[in-house]
């Protein structure tokens, strides 16, 4: 019965996404992505928790590993005083009812007193679930050239 239940479900979902063309889910993730860089600009938990799926993985650009809980409780709008975070490039692949967003974006502030910019290439995994697209899976490196 379970079985026939995730069958159904997943019949469904795909459905849904069947009427979406690659063009609008291109569009949806790439607004997402200015969505979560802004709202992670402002200290929007809030926000970050409708982006962001309840098992996603976040990888650092230091390598640590953070789920959701322990990424949220660390944002807060006086950690860094990032005056901008913006995408510099961005492609999305779409795969049925899953999207890889791949890009570099920019991020300029001051912390602990002293001024930064960093870029950092990122690969976002985002998934259709519960009739919206969430991030299940997050990566950034830095790029040092």
């Known amino acids: 019965m379970r079985l026939t239940?995730?069958?159904?479900?997943?019949?469904?979902?795909?459905?849904?996404?069947?009427?979406?063309?690659?063009?609008?889910?291109?569009?949806?993730?790439?607004?997402?992505?200015?969505?979560?860089?802004?709202?992670?600009?402002?200290?929007?938990?809030?926000?970050?928790?409708?982006?962001?799926?309840?098992?996603?993985?976040?990888v650092n650009d230091d390598g640590s590993v953070q789920n959701k809980a322990e990424f949220l409780k660390s944002v807060t709008k006086s950690d860094s005083q990032e005056q901008q975070v913006a995408p510099?490039?961005?492609?999305?692949?779409?795969?049925?009812?899953?999207?890889?967003?791949?890009?570099?974006?920019?991020?300029k502030g001051v912390e602990a007193g002293k001024p930064y910019v960093r870029r950092e290439r990122f690969v976002d995994t985002w998934v259709f679930k519960g009739g919206k697209w969430v991030c299940a899976a997050t990566n950034a490196t830095p790029v040092v050239h």
Request: aromatic share 10%; charged share 20%.
């Open 88 to 107: 510099e490039s961005m492609s999305v692949h779409v795969f049925g009812s899953a999207a890889i967003s791949t890009g570099v974006f920019r991020a």
């Open 5 to 58: 239940s995730f069958w159904l479900a997943f019949i469904c979902a795909s459905l849904v996404v069947a009427g979406q063309d690659d063009s609008s889910v291109q569009s949806k993730i790439i607004a997402l992505e200015k969505a979560w860089n802004q709202a992670y600009k402002a200290g929007d938990r809030k926000a970050l928790d409708g982006i962001l799926d309840d098992q996603i993985v976040l």
